[in-house]
């Protein structure tokens, strides 16, 4: 099964509201396109975490700092690559909150829900730049 190819290119101001109204557009695309509500579910839950991380720790909050997103839908593959304009961060440093006093931690859960929730993320260059993909779930047969 192929889905519809859609693809969207944008660059928004590191400003919370802009990060939700950007994903709530990326989603009733993928709505448009038959995703299930898991995948839907799945997906903006990662968009919601690394947008936002991009805009919070990536631009610091700094409105004139953009954060870029390219999404790409093909072949059942959704594709999204999140730019910020920050230094970065080397995931191996960030701590496991599944482990010891981090699970007290009130920040460091959402590299693990992306990389749990999607097929596969790479972090790119310093880390400035996520990649993520997620493949359309196939409804099993009764």
């Not at 953009?66 to 995931?91: L, P, Q, W, Y």
Request: charged share 30%; with cysteine.
């Amino acid at each position: 099964m192929n889905a519809q190819a859609w693809s969207m290119k944008t660059e928004i101001d590191s400003v919370p509201a802009k990060g939700c109204e950007l994903i709530a557009v990326i989603r009733e695309k993928l709505e448009t396109l038959a995703w299930s509500q898991d995948d839907l579910f799945r997906i903006h839950l990662a968009l919601e975490e690394v947008i936002m991380n991009a805009i919070k720790h990536g631009n610091d909050m700094d409105e004139s700092r953009k954060v870029s997103v390219d999404c790409n839908v093909a072949n059942d593959m959704f594709t999204v690559i999140v730019k910020d304009e920050g230094e970065g961060f080397i995931r191996e440093e960030i701590p496991d909150p599944t482990e010891g006093d981090n699970v007290y931690r009130e920040s460091g859960r959402g590299l693990k829900i992306i990389e749990n929730f999607m097929t596969s993320v790479e972090y790119i260059g310093c880390g400035n730049v996520v990649a993520m993909t997620k493949k359309k779930s196939t409804e099993e047969a009764s």
